[in-house]
């Protein structure tokens, strides 16, 4: 898997309506075996399947960084969960395709952060215009708070 930057807007979601819309959903697990804001490693099991996350600080607007994914034997993940940092992360993921270049990725998030609900959209550029659908709310890019490592 190569790096790339990703470069993504976040909301919080105001109602249920992308439920209407949704074409596919999965529950994630995840943790962090490092939260240092220059750079965060992330371990991820979703649809039986492990993931390693590594990403770079965000730049001043908290919209692009640097991503670095990779697919990891689902056993390997499990241990790798139980040495991350405590408070693991449990949420459903709704992907909502918004057209044919965008999905938005809408987290209903569990345990000790139930009933909050936030909406990611990732673009091709900083720039890059979309229509927003009425069910997302308030923009909450670059607020720290938000971040899933700070949860």
């Not at 720039?127 to 700070?150: A, C, D, H, R």
Request: glycine share 4%; with cysteine; net charge positive.
């Amino acid at each position: 898997m190569s790096i790339k930057i990703e470069i993504e807007r976040k909301f919080l979601v105001c109602n249920s309506n992308y439920k209407k819309k949704y074409s596919s959903k999965e529950k994630i697990t995840q943790a962090y075996l490092s939260k240092d804001p220059k750079r965060s490693v992330r371990i991820r099991i979703n649809d039986k399947k492990g993931w390693i996350t590594i990403k770079g600080e965000s730049d001043k607007k908290g919209i692009s960084r640097m991503e670095w994914e990779s697919e990891i034997p689902l056993k390997t993940a499990k241990k790798l969960l139980r040495i991350c940092l405590p408070k693991s992360i449990t949420k459903i993921r709704y992907k909502v395709p918004l057209n044919k270049e965008i999905t938005i990725e809408v987290d209903e998030f569990l345990g000790h952060n139930k009933g909050l609900v936030l909406a990611e959209i990732e673009l091709i550029s900083k720039n890059q215009s979309f229509e927003k659908p009425n069910w997302l709310g308030k923009e909450v890019t670059g607020i720290k708070k938000f971040y899933n490592s700070m949860m």
